[in-house]
Antibody, heavy 118, light 110 residues
């Protein structure tokens, strides 16, 4: 069974940093691209970032470019998202989601809540 | 403003058939496959339809997807109360180099 478990969310002040993790199991992690997608309270889904199987290709949404960094460790079956220079509008549930190349994701984790507030 | 356009709401009575539309452009839906997701209140999105019209195992055949040009749609037949949820369409966008989503459609079962 495919499982994606996010962690690392919490309350952070504007300008602060946070590192999210996603532990994958039930599939060959190194064979799949991965994404981070977020959902602000009461709002729709917003794609944040993509990383290819070998980390050779990385994309970001314009709203986070230069502030967020996606990475993965295939040996640890883990995906990461480093969030820097956080803003109020970054408050959201962050989901890791599995891809199969440059396509919309299939499996999603349960999400981790990031709250940016003073 | 979402890149893909969906109606904000839809409704139907139990047993009815409802259709949710989604529209995009040549850089996303026109050149890539579409996924549909169901999000029940307080839960993560769940894959409902992939590759325009394929159902993952475990998804009832009441749910079906189709795509014509840049206007895919999701149909739900034999509507049930547990179908009340938010539904999202999504596709890869070759110009933006990222996944684009519709704004979501809130389905109410009357």
């Amino acid at each position: 069974e495919v499982q994606l478990v996010e962690s690392g969310g919490g309350l952070v002040h504007p300008g602060g940093s946070l590192r999210l993790s996603c532990a994958a199991s039930g599939f060959t992690f190194s064979s799949y691209s991965m994404n981070w997608v977020r959902q602000a309270p009461g709002k729709g889904l917003e794609w944040v970032s993509y990383i290819s199987r070998s980390s050779s290709t990385i994309y970001y949404a314009d709203s986070v470019k230069g502030r967020f960094t996606i990475s993965r460790d295939n040996a640890k079956n883990s995906l990461y998202l480093q969030l820097n220079s956080l803003r109020d509008e970054d408050t959201a549930v962050y989901y890791c989601a599995r891809g199969a190349g440059v396509v919309a994701p299939d499996y999603w984790g349960q999400g981790t809540l990031v709250t940016v507030s003073s | 403003q979402s890149v893909l356009t969906q109606p904000p709401s839809a409704s139907g009575t139990p047993g009815q058939r409802v259709t949710i539309s989604c529209s995009g452009s040549s850089s996303n839906i026109g050149s890539n496959s579409v996924n549909w997701y169901q999000q029940l209140p307080g839960t993560a999105p769940k894959l409902l339809i992939y590759s325009n019209n394929q159902r993952p195992s475990g998804v009832p055949d009441r749910f079906s997807g189709s795509k014509s040009g840049t206007s895919p749609s999701l149909a739900i037949s034999g509507l049930q109360s547990e179908d009340e949820a938010d539904y999202y369409c999504a596709a890869w966008d070759d110009s933006l180099n990222g996944v684009v989503f519709g704004g979501g459609t809130k389905l109410t079962v009357l």
